[in-house]
């Protein structure tokens, strides 16, 4: 079985949207498209090329667009990006983008899920991962988290999102205030009482 890990970058209070540029996602009026560039810094760029090793990914239709727009030039920033296998959960989109292949279902993605192969790394594609969330699709989370909060726009953790207890396997802070803290589903949440 392969694991589903989704990669996020998320203010404190949790918006996802529009991370890298100011046009990458206007929808409802969001005007802080390009929020996470201002934390770029030496300690960031190391971890982050760690995260991109070659691994197939799961997309949402917005996301793969804009990665279909933008990486098959550029490979050199990311190695084997147009190598990989892209699973793109879609209905209506076509691409001659190499290896990608379009899932119409949450039947595919578990299907995908269950077959033999590499884990699967989700970027971007907030409604995609709603729906794994929703679904106890998630294996794995390698969030940033920045020092800022956006208010209002599209959050990580929206309506639907199952209750779930994670471990964290790894952090780091960088120079610039950037949290990356990476966690691994931990079953079920346990409650009690503090102090007894």
């Known amino acids: 079985m392969r694991k589903i890990i989704v990669l996020s970058m998320i203010s404190l209070d949790g918006v996802m949207q529009a991370p890298g540029g100011p046009e990458e996602d206007t929808s409802g009026g969001f005007k802080y498209g390009g929020w996470v560039a201002p934390y770029f810094d030496e300690v960031y760029d190391k971890l982050l090329v760690k995260q991109l090793k070659p691994a197939d990914l799961l997309l949402g239709r917005k996301t793969f667009k804009i990665f279909a727009d933008y990486w098959p030039e550029r490979e050199n920033e990311w190695d084997g990006i147009n190598d990989v296998t892209k699973y793109v959960m879609t209905s209506t989109m076509k691409s001659d983008w190499k290896n990608s292949v379009f899932l119409k279902s949450l039947v595919d993605i578990k299907k995908l899920k269950n077959s033999n192969g590499s884990d699967i790394q989700v970027h971007g594609s907030g409604k995609l991962i709603q729906l794994l969330l929703k679904n106890d699709l998630v ?31 790894e952090s780091h802070v960088t120079p610039s205030g950037v949290i990356f803290a990476n966690y691994k589903r931990a079953g079920r949440v346990k409650t009690g009482t503090v102090g007894t």
């Open 139 to 169: 294996d794995i989370l390698w969030l940033k988290i920045y020092p800022l909060t956006i208010g209002k726009g599209k959050k990580l953790f929206d309506k639907g999102t199952i209750a779930a207890a994670f471990t964290l396997i």
